[in-house]
Every structure is written in C-alpha cells, then in structure tokens.
C-alpha cells in the first residue's frame, strides 16, 4: 500500500486527490474532538465502557470513540450506511424504485442518491433523538429542558449530514469509497489507544505475555486470511457466438463471468452482530439479577462469551450472506443478459439450464464466503475469552472493514495510474 501511494504521489492529478483525501479526513478527526454542549463526557465514557459488549459498544468503535464522547460527528456514518441498506432492499420490493435503478440511467442513480440522502437525515433524527434519550436517563446530561434537547439532537443531525457530504467528496474529487474511508479513519484513529491499553494490562500484570502474544497472532492471521479472501473469486468460463452484424462479424472470443468470494462484505458481521447483541444490550438497561436465579443464567447465556451466542451469532453470519448474494447476484438476470448479447457457457443450454448452473456455483461460493467470515467473527470472540479481554467481541469487524478498505483504496490508486499511463499513450 505504501509503495503504491508513493507512485501515485509522483503524479500531479492523484497527489491533489490524495492531499484533498486527507484534508478531509483531518476534518473529520477535528469535529471527532469537538464534544455538543451539556453533555458530562467523563460520566458517558465510563458509561460506553461499561456497555463495550452491547450494540452501543459496536456504534462506538464504528465512530472512532466519537460515539463514547458525545461530539458532533458521534453518529458517524451508521445513519448513510443504514439508510443506504434500507434504500437498496426497498429498491427490490417496491416496483418503482426498481425500474429507476435499472432503466433510469444516470438520472435514476441521482434520484436514488437523492433518497438515500433524505433517508440517512431521517435515521439520524431518530438515531439522534434515541441517543439523547439515553443520556437523559442515565442522569449524564449537565442540563435539561427543551433547548438543551433542541441543541443536542440538532448537533448530532448536523454532523451525521456533514460527514455524509464529507464521503461524497471524498468519492467525486478525492481517491473514492468515501464512506468506507470515513469508516476506515475513525476504526483506525482507536489503535494508540488500543496498543497502549495491551502496553498498560502488560505493565500492570492484569494481561500476561502469552496472552498478548496471542492478541498479535489472532490479528496477523485475520490480515493474512482477508488479504487471501478479498481477491479471491470464481470464473465461471464464457463463450461468445459469432454473429454478423452488416459487414462486420462480431464475437467468438471467450471470457469469464468472475464471481468474489466475499461479494457481501463486512455488511453480513454488522447486521449479525447488531442483532446478536440487542438481547444483551436491552438487558444492560435493568438492574442485574440475583446469581443462581433464573435470570442471571439467561443472562450468562446471552452475553457476547458465551458459547450459545457464538453459535447464533455463526448462523446469522452464514443465513445474510446468502441474503445479501441473491440481492447483488441475480442467476436469472445474468442468464438473461448473456443470451441477449450471444454468450453461452459451455455444457449448457441458454436460458433456465444457464441460470440454475450459475445459481448453483453462487450457493458454493457464498458458502465458503459466509464461512470465512464466521471465522473472522468468531475468533475475536475465541481468543477474547481465552485472555479475558472483552473489547476483542468486536474486534473480528474492525479488522475486516480496516483491511478490506486498504486493499480497495489501492486496487482504486491502482486503476487510476493505469488510466494515466493509457491516456498519456494515446495523446
């Protein structure tokens, strides 16, 4: 990654996107610092702490520790990538939205970016309003009342809609993926501070050597595995008919119809997770029952230990990968399309026999795809428990988005000295 920053800096054009990158995720690290007004931040990041293994601790890593402070950009971009998931299956069910995603062109991906953005202001009212709720009855505001209410939910608002115009910027003027790089900034910015927590636990004798040795270790072989995982991805061969068209033949040469191994992403682990935690976290709001009670047994076995939620928390993996594989890969569609352009593949009949060889091949890819990334969810939580190290629940997530952004960024870099080097070529 290093060396092919290096060489896009020698190039005038990617030099001015990457400083324009960076400077504006240098405004998202000043507003991560600046707290809203009437908020005790001391009070709420003891609070967060406490509920590191709860959906308030998933929002706090995703925030880059905004979220545990209470500033201006503490929702970060869970409102957009929510909104972003709800437009999307929306667009599946509802008709309409369909027809503009697929026949409107670039018009009808404005119209769609346009009520992304309106829904991602919605959520964040929500989002923003359900925040202040917390607070207030967790007795960690400074003031109440109707105006303290107004400036708090109005703050959050705000900064939820910057940094959604901030990732847009990043994505039209500087290297793209804005979103992802905002996300990637904010997981990132959480690593001194983790590093020197491992350094303090090592000092202090609550965290033995081999304990942090194994902390180490579990990360190298995530990197390693996403690394190998992130490229990986199955060519289905496909061969094109000759056909003439006037004078000219058209066809006859052979593709590949690539499928990735991990066409979901992380998305599958973030939704697993916010509903593996919810029983967890709305038990974190009563007080803690009797030891030896029924209550305290349900709640031991719904903590994020124990081994009934690794389990539930590996199916729910393994049941939205496949969900989100048949949203992004339709069989019949791409059966369809290849038949209209003249492709086949070979030792099958266009049409149904296409479409059923296509989705067979997508369910054995999504397999292994969903087991991988159980794996990398599951062994945070393995090595987590071994060590006695809580915050590690969510550290399988941190991972994945942190890597899978880098390898995106650079692929991006990549792709666009290529197209330099082709249009100085031809100039």
Known sequence: MIATIRKAWGIPELRKKIVF???????????????VPYVD??????YINQMSTTVLG????MSGGAFANATIFALGVQPYINSSIIIQLLTMAIPALERMAREGGEEGKKKIQSITRYATIGIAVLQG????ALMSRANILTATGFWAALVIIMSFIAGSAFVMWMGEQITEFGIGNGISMIL???????????????????????????????????????IVLITWVNGAERRIPVQYAKRQVGRKMYGGQSSTLPMKVNMSGVLPIIFAQSIAMLPATIAAFFPSPAEGTFGYKLLQAIDSKSVLYMLIYFLMIIGFSYFYSTIQFNPVEISNNLKKNGGFIPGFRPGKPTADFIRKVLNKVTLFGAIYLGVVAILPLIIGKAVSVSSLAIGGTSVIIVVGVALETVQALESQMLMRQYKGFLE
């Open 58 to 61: 998933l929002y706090n890593v």
């Open 41 to 46: 931040t001391g009070l709420l990041n003891n």
């Open 184 to 222: 990637f900034a904010g997981i990132l910015s959480r690593v001194p501070n983790t590093v020197g927590s491992l350094i303090n636990g090592l000092k202090s004798g609550t965290i033995k050597w081999w304990m942090a040795l194994l902390i180490v270790v579990g990360v190298l072989a995530l």
């Open 21 to 35: 990158t960076a400077l504006i995720l240098l405004i998202f690290r000043i507003g991560n610092a600046i707290p």
């Open 129 to 132: 309003w359900g925040y202040y």
